[in-house]
């Protein structure tokens, strides 16, 4: 489970609040005994964490919002998610030579991605991506595949997909037959996309599609407007 900080930074480093955590229980609510801090922190200093999967290792993986005010901005995470580790926030954003907080594998810099849902791929039915991570961006406009060397604390390769062609990306699931289903999360007309193969990806029409949609209403919007106004003058001059 996946908590914010509750716009208190502060709570992040309180392991005696949820708040800026990820937390693990057990099926019926009760605290796992081998949990760190005999609670459901399961680790903490996070600012808004929001995806998490799981490699076929059983190593966890989740993406995160990075600052948006007084610490500065962007700086989203990917992080490798390890038993009582401190992620940092709000004491450090990005990455940090001191050894008491641990590092994201990935961050964005000074761009926000704002990420969302994640995903572990582990299906043949997509050869290029089996063993890999594909991470929702929403912000960003796109979905990030990420090849990483979690015993290493390695990224062998970002590559950027679908950039601006869906608009925001919420979320991302697999189904049992190895489809990918990918969920939008835009101002209207939102979809959720089927991808079976990278050879038959739809093209961005549905997306413009939407733009054009959302272009038409705010011209008849302005249309309307002009003959209301057109109308009120006439209405006065004749009383």
Known sequence: ITTGDA???????????????ILRI??????PSDNPFNSPVFSYGHRNPQGLAWNENGILV????????ERGYAHDEINVIERGK????PIIVGDSNDIVYTNPILHSGDITWAPS?????????????????????LRGEHVMVLDLDLENGMVNSAEKI????????????QSPDGDVFMLTSNNDNDKILQISTLE???????????STTSNDYLLYVIIAAVITGILIVIWRKKS
Not at 200 to 210: D, F, G, H, M
């Open 7 to 21: 716009t208190n930074a502060n709570l992040s480093q309180d392991t005696a609040s949820l708040a800026g955590k």
């Open 86 to 89: 401190n992620y940092g926030w």
């Open 117 to 137: 849902g994640l995903l572990y791929y582990y299906s043949d039915k997509i050869p290029e991506w089996k063993g890999k991570f594909l991470v929702a961006m």
């Open 26 to 31: 057990n099926s019926d609510g009760t605290v």
């Open 162 to 173: 679908f950039q601006g062609d869906y608009g925001r990306i919420r979320n991302l699931v």
């Open 62 to 69: 989740s993406s995160e919002h990075g600052p948006s005010g």
């Open 200 to 210: 038959t990806i739809p093209l961005s029409v549905e997306a413009n599609e939407r």
